[in-house]
């Protein structure tokens, strides 16, 4: 960084007494003994100095050093945080263009089977239902994370769900073992079924990443009060100042679980990360559905 003119200043200023201290220091010590109170008095004066001023020059370099390293921190999440941003405008522009030709689709669909009756029986007829259907609630999930609201009335089994992801995740990741405790029979927790999945694949995808080999990922579904608890918990630590905002990955763009934070304060939840014991626990919390 440059160093103002006013502090080179002040530091010139600074050396050229101590110089000159130690000039006069020289010059009472060739005199004599005649000047030998003199002596005394500047060698005071040098320890009175040199010493405070060291122990402050320290200071001021480790106080600089931290400045320095806090304003590149916050710099780094500055920027972070505005390509967030250019990346959700992008995302919700991407959606409305996705969105208009998908409901142009589906119209045009269901006016060819109203023509062609045998379209209504063709075995590809429900495949293409699903992927319009899957298209559609991932357009709205961004339409979600855009508007930073409370989700709609939409609702999920947990435990199905999870009990989904863990099958898909055992297909990928066979050197890792999923255990769980005692699961409730249903868990409808007030958020979208896509919700649900996607936020649990990120954190199960984390856990695996982060587990090694043979390791052994637990699940957990709990209630309290009128929340559900889900815990997903895998051998590691966390690193130092880690948070939900920085995620930094070898691959991928890293925000994981930056959307599972914001799908799960959309739905009237959160997510939360701890480190104890060589354990890392994700704790996603969503509400439990009113019926």
């Known amino acids: 960084m440059p160093i103002p003119i006013k502090s080179w ?6 050396g050229m007494i101590g110089c000159a201290l130690f000039a006069a220091d020289t010059v009472v010590e060739h005199l004599g003994a005649a000047y030998g109170h003199h002596h ?3 060698e005071l004066l040098e320890f009175s100095l040199i010493g405070p001023g060291l122990g402050a020059l ?3 370099l480790t106080e600089r050093m931290s400045v320095l390293k806090e304003a590149t921190k916050l710099q780094r999440e500055n920027e972070q945080e505005r390509r967030f941003q250019i990346l959700g405008r992008m995302a919700a522009s991407v959606a409305h263009e996705v969105r208009n030709p998908l409901h142009s689709l589906r119209l045009v669909i269901d006016e060819l089977r109203v023509e062609k009756s045998d379209l209504r029986s063709h075995p590809l007829s429900a495949h293409i239902d699903n992927c319009i259907e899957r298209i559609d609630k991932a357009v709205e999930l961004v339409y979600q994370l855009a508007r930073h609201k409370i989700d709609d009335d939409s609702s999920g089994d947990l435990v199905a769900t999870l009990r989904e992801a863990t099958t898909m995740m055992r297909l990928s990741a066979v050197k890792h073992r999923f255990e769980s405790g005692p699961f409730p029979e249903r868990a409808l927790a007030r958020a979208a079924p896509a919700a649900q999945r996607i936020m649990l ?4 995808r984390n856990a695996v990443e982060a587990t090694p080999n043979g390791g052994v990922i637990f699940l957990t579904i709990e209630v309290n009060n009128s ?3 889900i815990q997903i918990s895998n051998p590691g630590s966390l690193p130092e100042n880690s948070n939900l905002a920085s995620t930094t990955k070898d691959s991928g763009l890293g925000l994981g679980l930056l959307i599972t934070r914001q799908l799960a304060e959309n739905a009237g939840g959160n997510v939360t990360l701890h480190s104890s014991h060589g354990v890392v626990t994700a704790v996603l919390t969503l509400p439990i559905l009113m019926q």
Do not use: A, E, K, M
Not at 9 to 14: K, P, Q, S, V
């Open 201 to 204: 694949d990120n954190l199960l």
């Open 40 to 42: 005394i008095w500047l």
């Open 227 to 229: 929340h559900w608890i």
């Open 58 to 60: 320290c200071l001021l």
């Open 9 to 14: 200043l002040y530091g010139i200023g600074g």
